[in-house]
């Protein structure tokens, strides 16, 4: 049986395009990928290309494997952020801004100011970039590069906490109620979890006893419920 081959999904593009010259679509937009794919046309060729390697292959491997496969891209940073989030687990439940207006926020920045950036919010991606800034322009070493980068990144944080308490004692001086604090909720949630528990244990005390009676031969014990939550409180 001759397997026949497919060729309309390497004609996208074409296709594509003859429906937006079609007079009844002309005032529908173009779809989003249109641009991408006009830059980058599909391959017209049946075999599979040779991928540009990114990491040298290792020369003892008999027969080299996952030549088709794309290679991870590592990069320096890489290693400084899972070293910072690594020593540092909750600043990733800060909420951290992923947008940018244009794509060059980036070279709008001058580390060699220190962590903080205008128009930047502080975070853990401070101190990476602010390390891999002493690294390749003062020739530090990774620690010692670290170890000012966070320094830094300390005092700014501990200032932000200090305006923001002060700025709550503001508040509640001219009237301000903000509620309970995480804290407050978090106790609360964990003694009501324990009254449940703690009902759930006296039920079941109960119906164990309640089955131990009903047993022939059973001897009268005392009660346990009352004993394991005397014991419990």
């Known amino acids: 049986m001759v397997r026949q081959h497919h060729f309309r999904p390497a004609r996208v593009l074409q296709t594509a395009q003859a429906m937006l010259d079609n007079p009844l679509l002309k ?20 075999t599979r290309p040779y991928l540009p390697q990114h990491q040298p292959l290792d020369q003892k491997a008999k027969k080299p494997r996952n030549l088709y496969r794309p290679t991870q891209l590592t990069f320096p940073e890489d290693e ?15 909420p951290m801004m992923v947008l940018e207006k244009d794509g060059m926020d980036a070279r709008r920045r001058d580390w060699a100011k220190g962590v903080r950036q205008p128009g930047m919010k502080l975070s853990g991606e401070s101190v ?13 070493s990774k620690q010692r590069a670290y170890d000012k980068a966070r320094h830094e ?5 501990h200032q932000e906490e200090i305006e923001a308490r002060i700025a709550v004692e503001e508040a509640r001086m001219v009237g301000a109620y903000f509620g ?7 106790v609360e949630i964990e003694d009501q979890q324990y009254e449940n528990w703690k009902e ?30 005397a014991d419990i409180v």
Request: glycine share 4%; aromatic share 8%; no cysteine.
């Open 27 to 46: 005032n529908s937009p173009a779809p989003v990928w249109l641009d991408a794919v006009m830059k980058v046309t599909p391959a017209e060729l049946r």
């Open 80 to 94: 400084l952020r899972r070293t910072f989030y690594r020593d540092h687990p909750w600043e990733l439940a800060r």
């Open 128 to 140: 990476v970039q602010r390390q891999l800034w002493l690294m390749e322009n003062t020739k530090m």
């Open 153 to 157: 990144f300390y005092k700014l944080r």
């Open 180 to 186: 309970k604090s995480l804290l407050q909720v978090g």
């Open 200 to 229: 759930w244990a006296t039920k079941e005390i109960m119906l164990r006893k309640t089955a131990g009676e009903d047993s022939p031969g059973a001897i009268p014990q005392e009660d346990p419920g009352k004993t394991a939550i």
